[in-house]
């Protein structure tokens, strides 16, 4: 296993800007998420205005993903492709996760939305998932352990008898796309590396309402749909830990998430 990057003030400063980018995608792209409209639609939209600022848009081509943001709807837990044939309708619910390249570093961060009127139990787990979220970010110090991070979601997800994605994690990122650690989202009390000041990672807590399991798409390799096709939620930040706990990379303040 690879070691787990300090990052220099420089890569911090570079990796802040990369990460207010991504975050500020989600934001502008919140003004485009309706009824009738397609991911493809959504996508070139989200590639336009990070080329326009002077990103690359990190997905395209990673390991041969074909566009330029992953959009996963409904029973997707992660790593949809955007596509002409899907097109956003009352009642579903959506993740956009952007990662941008900006002067060779990354900044990652993805966000629900929902559309129209959806249901009591699809509406609670977007909240909770988000909420999971920051329960894991809220251990992010020095000195306190990765696996505190997986055992807080999975502590507070089991209590709403949801389940935690586990075959998907939260990575070290910055430098690269995908670095040391991985981050689980579901672990064991003090378990994992020991957080250091510097490092730069992610947390994007996947949670469903059925089973865990993760099935991926055999003809495209890449979408991953829940095994019972149950709904399924993700949000995800790029954090930074600081001498006394942390900050939130890619935080650009609200918008809204309810279309
Ligand atoms: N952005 C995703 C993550 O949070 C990774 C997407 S890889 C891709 O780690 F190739 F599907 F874009
Ligand atoms: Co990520
Ligand atoms: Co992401």
Known sequence: MS?????????????RKSAQLAGNTLKYISNFVEQGVSTQYLD???????????????????HGFPKSCCISLNDVICHGIPNEKTIL?????????????LDGYYGDTSTMFTIGDVSEQALRLVEDTEHALYLGIEQVRPGNYFGNI????????KGKKYSVVYEFCGHGVGVEFHEAPQVEHIAARNSGPKMKEG?????????????????????????ARTIDQKLSAQFEHTILITKDGYEILSDVGNYEIFR
Not at 89 to 101: A, H, M, P
Not at 150 to 157: E, L, S, T, V
Not at 215 to 223: C, L, Q, Y
């Open 150 to 157: 997986g055992f807080m979601i999975g502590r507070y997800a």
């Open 89 to 101: 309708k009352n009642g579903d619910i959506l993740n956009i996760d952007v990662t941008t390249i």
């Open 199 to 223: 490092m730069i990672f992610t947390i994007e807590p996947m949670i469903n309402l059925g089973k865990a399991r993760a099935v991926v798409d055999e003809k495209d390799g890449w979408t």
């Open 44 to 62: 070139e939209l989200i590639e336009k205005y990070i080329r326009d600022n002077g990103a690359i848009p990190a997905p395209l081509n990673y």
């Open 3 to 15: 070691k787990i990057l300090i990052k220099t003030p420089e890569q911090i400063e570079g990796i």
